[in-house]
């Protein structure tokens, strides 16, 4: 446990940063797993539109720092690269 006052605040600042995170994280992975969804029905229409969804998520957690920005990028290209492949 915490003794000193700049530890307790920097676990309750912990604690918000997590919970943010964490709201980020699964916004952007069921925005990821419903276009999986569509890919695998191989329902391009919808896919497509699904598209600028999954970067906007994507992005937002890439820009707050949830995910590297590295990773953001493979994803986003592991999406586009699926949603080729139906398209074809």
């Known amino acids: 446990m ?3 006052s700049s530890a ?3 676990m309750r600042a912990a604690e918000r940063r997590r919970v943010f995170n964490a709201r980020r994280k699964k916004t952007m992975k069921d925005a990821v797993k419903d ?3 569509l890919v695998s029905a191989k329902n391009a229409k919808d896919a497509t ?3 600028p969804k999954v970067y906007k998520a994507i992005d937002k957690a890439a820009k707050e720092g949830t995910i590297k920005k590295n990773t953001a990028a493979r994803m986003k290209s592991r999406a586009a690269k699926a949603l080729r492949a139906i398209s074809a």
């Open 2 to 4: 915490a003794n000193t």
């Open 49 to 51: 539109a699904m598209l």
């Open 35 to 37: 276009m999986s969804k």
């Open 8 to 10: 307790k605040k920097a």
